[in-house]
């Protein structure tokens, strides 16, 4: 996007950009332009001096420039959903769950943490012991499974007792074994 000398279009700088502006981008954006806004998004929702809600705004805009770079064909899964994990993870522990909402939903972000592991505990354990004689393509597996539950000490600790939450927990154990 260009500047005019009116000020109606943002300028070339998306970090200036509103958030109407940087979300309106991100609906016709594509490839690196996706990871920029995502980043970008994501800068503004760190921003401490922002208000609670302002900074659930820009997440969310993060989280959809990200999600939309798999409709692009654009981002790996695996890191797509590692990128939307943290930032989710980041929201419940700094800004409080809401359960109205399932970006910012412990009970979500954990049943979306599941679905994205293809391997079960004990499986990837036994890859884990055996990960020298394995080839590159497990290992990355098992390494993208170490990114997928890096957000899970955290988690656990807003979740109730329950079956979802003794799996998470299991996986923590075995995190520490995965390459």
Same mark, same amino acid.
């Given at each position: 996007?260009? $500047?005019?000398?009116? $000020?109606? =279009?943002?300028?070339?700088?998306? !970090?200036?950009? +509103?958030?109407d =502006?940087?979300? @309106? *981008?991100?609906?016709?954006?594509?490839?690196?332009?996706?990871?920029?806004? &995502?980043?970008?998004?994501? $800068? /503004?929702?760190?921003?401490?001096?922002?208000?609670?809600? #302002?900074?659930? =705004?820009w997440a969310?805009? #993060?989280?959809?420039?990200? &999600?939309?770079m798999?409709? %692009?064909?654009?981002?790996n899964?695996?890191?797509?959903? /590692? /990128?939307?994990f +943290?930032?989710?993870?980041?929201?419940?522990?700094?800004?409080?769950p809401?359960?109205?909402?399932?970006?910012?939903?412990?009970?979500a972000?954990? !049943?979306?943490?599941?679905?994205?592991? +293809? *391997? +079960?505990?004990?499986?990837?354990?036994?890859?884990?012991?055996?990960?020298?004689?394995l080839?590159t393509? /497990?290992?990355?597996?098992?390494?993208? %499974?170490? #990114?997928?539950?890096?957000?899970?000490? !955290?988690?656990?600790?807003?979740?109730?007792?329950?079956?979802?939450?003794?799996?998470?927990? @299991?996986? @923590?154990?075995?995190?520490?074994l995965?390459?």
């Amino acid at each position: 996007m260009t $500047g005019d000398e009116h $000020g109606e =279009q943002p300028g070339r700088d998306p !970090s200036t950009w +509103t958030l109407d =502006q940087l979300r @309106t *981008f991100v609906h016709g954006a594509g490839g690196r332009q996706l990871e920029t806004a &995502r980043v970008v998004a994501q $800068g /503004q929702a760190h921003n401490a001096d922002r208000p609670p809600e #302002s900074r659930r =705004q820009w997440a969310k805009l #993060s989280l959809l420039a990200n &999600r939309r770079m798999l409709d %692009h064909a654009e981002g790996n899964p695996a890191r797509v959903a /590692q /990128q939307d994990f +943290t930032l989710r993870m980041w929201v419940i522990d700094l800004l409080g769950p809401d359960d109205t909402d399932p970006d910012w939903s412990p009970e979500a972000l954990a !049943s979306d943490t599941l679905d994205a592991l +293809t *391997f +079960t505990p004990l499986r990837a354990a036994a890859l884990a012991e055996g990960r020298r004689d394995l080839p590159t393509g /497990q290992i990355r597996e098992l390494r993208w %499974h170490k #990114s997928l539950t890096a957000h899970l000490e !955290s988690l656990v600790g807003h979740l109730a007792p329950g079956p979802v939450r003794e799996r998470l927990v @299991t996986w @923590t154990a075995i995190r520490r074994l995965l390459p």
